[in-house]
């Protein structure tokens, strides 16, 4: 969706400073709120694109109010309440209050440090033969979901060439939506800096994305 999140290419909000020597986490509250997050989505009731999608589609204003942590938590509350194991109530009190849906899994301490070494691997077979091949030229297809989708806003509707052909990955704009994983291809697609940011655009540079074979067409 062109939500909040899609900042690619976006004028106004200055440039990027990387933080030197940055740590992981700058509070307490930000190593907590990641816990919680992970343990969450353990439980198995929604899936990563689901949680991507709930953060995305928080209104710009708060999204951009907000701290990298704050947004995680935001979603999370939203997500809770969507699968029954929070309420309004809930979240106001800071306690449990109303009866809530049981979780499919908990994930206890002791099982911590395998289930993330283990992660959330998203390759799967697919099951019909790749569309395009590395030195393909291509094109983006111009869209602008309502949906969650993995193709940003600047490399629509652009001309680029194949550099490879990757796996089968769960296709994150059915998943996102309860729709099934759907695999399909995944490919890196080159673009020169000009067919991206327009004229005066370094020639030299290039930008290169991982797209599903649905967001391409031959060019």
């Known amino acids: 969706m062109n939500g909040p999140q899609d900042l690619g290419g976006q004028m106004g909000f200055g440039p990027v400073a990387p933080e030197k020597d940055e740590p992981y986490?700058?509070?307490?509250w930000e190593r907590r709120a990641l816990g919680v997050t992970l343990c969450a989505g353990a439980m198995g009731a929604w899936t990563i694109?689901?949680?991507?999608?709930?953060?995305?589609?928080?209104?710009?204003?708060?999204?951009?109010a907000s701290?990298?942590?704050?947004?995680?938590?935001?979603?999370?509350?939203?997500?809770?309440?969507?699968?029954?194991?929070?309420?309004?109530?809930?979240?106001?009190?800071?306690?449990?209050?109303?009866?809530?849906a049981t979780p499919k899994r908990v994930l206890k301490a002791e099982n911590v440090p395998a289930a993330l070494a283990k992660g959330g691997p998203c390759d799967r077979p697919v099951a019909t033969p790749a569309r395009f091949r590395a030195g393909d030229p291509v094109r983006t297809k111009n869209f602008h979901?309502?949906?969650?989708?993995?193709?940003?806003?600047?490399?629509?509707?652009?001309?680029?060439?194949?550099?490879?052909?990757r796996d089968g990955f769960v296709f994150p704009d059915a998943n996102a939506h309860g729709q099934g994983e759907n695999p399909q291809?995944?490919?890196?697609?080159?673009?020169?800096?000009?067919?991206?940011?327009?004229?005066?655009?370094?020639?030299?540079?290039?930008v290169s994305i991982d797209a599903w074979e649905s967001y391409l067409e031959p060019a």
């Open 25 to 28: 986490f700058h509070a307490e």
């Open 67 to 100: 701290s990298y942590y704050e947004i995680w938590i935001k979603a999370l509350e939203v997500l809770l309440k969507r699968h029954g194991f929070a309420s309004d109530r809930d979240l106001a009190a800071g306690k449990a209050v109303d009866p809530a």
């Open 185 to 206: 291809w995944v490919y890196t697609v080159v673009f020169d800096g000009p067919e991206i940011w327009g004229e005066g655009a370094d020639p030299t540079l290039t």
């Open 49 to 64: 694109d689901e949680t991507r999608h709930a953060r995305e589609s928080l209104h710009p204003a708060d999204y951009y």
């Open 145 to 165: 979901p309502t949906g969650h989708t993995r193709l940003p806003r600047y490399a629509r509707g652009k001309l680029g060439v194949v550099e490879a052909v």
